[in-house]
């Protein structure tokens, strides 16, 4: 990579390898800088914005920063202090990972238990300025002079295994989780420094021309850290319950607050910490439950309190009243609040009983339907409603329009069948928009299809539900039953309106149009059946083709592809000082290729992209190409893997 290239560029320093090295990486993606590093190479450009990142040892960064070198580096607050450079960077910010611990370690089952025990003896460690500023200070205030001052010794790695050599006393050396020293059997007795990855900006840079891309990259690397440390929690929660819910969640500026169509519900979303969300769930199951235990407000003309879960906190349970107004007469049909159900028993059992009866009660007593044929009919259910709780009194008190009107169910049919044939028949016409509960009690089942959604809606429901019962009942007893809908008309178990008396000349009329339909008498001549699986194309005439052209019947030659646009390479003089100072390579090529196959070509069989490609024909007939490499390729280095240098 020739030295022009980096100019005008801001240089970025990343550790080479280690610890640190992939951190680095993802962070760099998350602020949208995108580089292609190609092997053996510590020097790259950025293909989105005029900055060169450069790898290099975490250990040798804070002096390229410090020295002016390089603009920007990320290395650890450790290696800044060990190098001495504190006084010539600033540490812009402090990134959150790779965090240690710097610490003094010694036997875990020998004499030295304390730092004042270790002052004197050999210390071996990485990190000789931090271990020795630390020493000294213990040296000087147990006043130890000379000889008898703590002996710091340097190794380049392995430092843990020091002390079983006898080589050290004790070791000074980076501690993460301590697996490694527990493993040697060294424990930390002191620690000297807590550090982490920092990013930091040299103070004596030689460019000052960056100042405002330096601010873009930390700006970006700021947003990409919160991102990582925080989440957004989303729920639901009454108003008045939302003083204690922001309490919870804050965020770090406002939550956001929206209004539900449910009345005295809202929707927050506030940013909270990941390391916290577990508590923060807790707390918000709380302010839920709590305002789940409160006391029913008055309900209005009829509402059904049912329990969801929230769709952003599947944690969370809440209540949701849903009012329905049924009105009939001058007035809306009122409940008794007094006999009314707890609110558990009345979600989860008795809702769709209480909508069914206040709607159906109605009915009874606008339309009073008349049914026939019911003898083979029996009801359980409400005996084993009547021993369960005392509170389904004016339920029970008022069942009378309820049985002749909706649950009525045959005692002889299986209960099995009776249950999949109900609702099949109601998921062809209401699947998805209704829900199916299924309630069981002692040998007979009751099937219930209710989803609070309109009084027309479970009107229509409950007439599909009783037709199912009836037909079952007249399939099985070989019989046919009449009834009166809801609004007064005769109906049949097949779902047609009830044969009216009719005159005998009609009936005969009718009898005959029927049996010319049953026998074809206006229809057309019916076709062949055919049993063959099999369909053979009956023989046409086939003229004999005549092409007014004539055809190749030879296959041609294989077309232009990578092997034969680039005949070889060039490494004459000229071509090489094209390599070396233009960043440009030098092919033979087929006379016949174009520049694009000619790109293509050393796409495919070198991997590297050409920014510009000029021919000419050379006075033998052959044809030469010039291409030059973009940028962030090295037409040197291509040239050495090539292996025509």
């Not at 980076?174 to 550090?195: K, N, Q, Y």
């Not at 009243?321 to 059992?349: D, R």
């Not at 009936?507 to 699986?533: C, E, I």
Request: hydrophobic content about 40%.
């Amino acid at each position: 990579m020739n030295l022009d290239s980096l100019e005008g560029r801001l240089l970025f320093a990343i550790p080479k390898k280690g610890r640190l090295h992939d951190k680095c990486l993802s962070i760099l993606a998350g602020t949208d800088i995108q580089f292609r590093r190609h092997a053996r190479l510590d020097v790259c450009l950025v293909l989105n914005q005029r900055i060169a990142l450069v790898f290099l040892p975490a250990s040798d960064i804070p002096s390229f920063v410090g020295k002016g070198n390089v603009h920007l580096g990320i290395t650890g607050h450790d290696v800044v202090l060990e190098s001495k450079m504190e006084e010539h960077v600033t540490e812009m910010m402090r990134l959150g990972f790779g965090k240690c611990a710097l610490q003094v370690q010694v036997p875990e089952n020998g004499p030295i238990k304390t730092v004042e025990d270790l002052a004197g003896k050999r210390v071996v460690t990485s990190f000789e300025v931090l271990a020795g500023d630390y020493f000294g200070k213990v040296d000087e205030r147990l006043q130890l002079i000379d000889d008898a001052k703590t002996k710091i010794e340097y190794v380049g790695g392995s430092v843990e295994a020091a002390c079983a050599l006898g080589l050290a006393d004790g070791i000074v050396d980076l501690v993460e989780s301590g697996d490694t020293m527990r493993a040697a059997g060294l424990h930390a007795i002191a620690t000297v420094l807590d550090t982490e990855a920092v990013l930091i900006k040299s103070r004596v840079s030689k460019n000052t021309a960056h100042s405002s891309l330096i601010d873009l990259i930390t700006n970006r690397i700021k947003g990409v850290i919160a991102a990582g440390k925080y989440a957004v929690c989303q729920y639901n929660i009454e108003r008045e319950k939302l003083p204690a819910a922001i309490a919870i969640t804050p965020g770090r500026r406002a939550p956001t607050i929206s209004r539900l169509e449910t009345e005295g519900w809202v929707a927050v979303s506030s940013m909270v910490e990941k390391k916290r969300l577990a508590q923060i769930m807790d707390e918000l199951v709380e302010a839920a439950e709590a305002t789940q235990s409160r006391t029913p407000t008055k309900l209005g003309d009829f509402a059904v309190s049912y329990r969801m879960k929230s769709p952003h906190l599947p944690l969370l349970w809440r209540w949701q009243v849903s009012a329905f107004m049924i009105p009939h007469g001058t007035g809306g049909y009122k409940m008794q609040e007094s006999k009314m159900p707890n609110y558990p028993t009345f979600c989860n059992l008795f809702a769709p009983m209480y909508v069914m009866y206040i709607i159906f009660e109605r009915e009874v007593s606008t339309k009073s339907p008349k049914y026939i044929g019911l003898a083979s009919f029996t009801v359980l259910v409400w005996d084993h409603i009547l021993t369960f709780s005392d509170e389904v009194e004016y339920i029970w008190k008022n069942r009378k329009g309820l049985i002749t009107y909706l649950f009525l169910f045959n005692c002889y049919f299986t209960h099995l069948s009776f249950i999949v044939n109900i609702y099949a028949y109601l998921s062809l016409s209401w699947t998805p928009e209704i829900c199916h509960h299924f309630i069981w009690y002692e040998g007979t089942t009751v099937a219930i299809a209710v989803e609070v959604v309109g009084a027309m809606m479970l009107i229509r429901l409950a007439e599909l539900a009783f037709e199912v019962n009836v037909r079952l009942s007249a399939a099985r007893n070989g019989s046919m039953l009449f009834w009166r809908d809801r609004h007064g008309h005769d109906k049949t178990t097949k779902g047609k309106a009830a044969p009216s008396k009719t005159s005998k000349a009609t009936d005969s009329k009718a009898k005959a149009a029927k049996k010319a339909a049953l026998q074809g008498a206006h229809s057309h001549s019916s076709r062949k059946t055919r049993f063959s699986v099999s369909f053979h194309r009956p023989k046409t005439l086939r003229l004999p083709r005549a092409p007014k052209y004539p055809r190749k019947s030879v296959p041609h030659v294989p077309r232009m592809d990578q092997f034969r646009t680039i005949v070889s390479p060039l490494n004459t003089e000229s071509a090489m000082k094209k390599i070396e100072e233009h960043n440009t390579l030098v092919f033979i090529v087929d006379i016949k290729s174009n520049k694009r196959q000619i790109k293509d070509a050393v796409k495919k069989l070198y991997d590297v992209q050409a920014a510009k490609v000029n021919t000419l024909i050379r006075p033998d007939g052959k044809k030469k190409a010039y291409v030059r490499l973009t940028a962030d390729h090295d037409a040197l280095d291509v040239a050495n893997k090539i292996g025509f240098i």
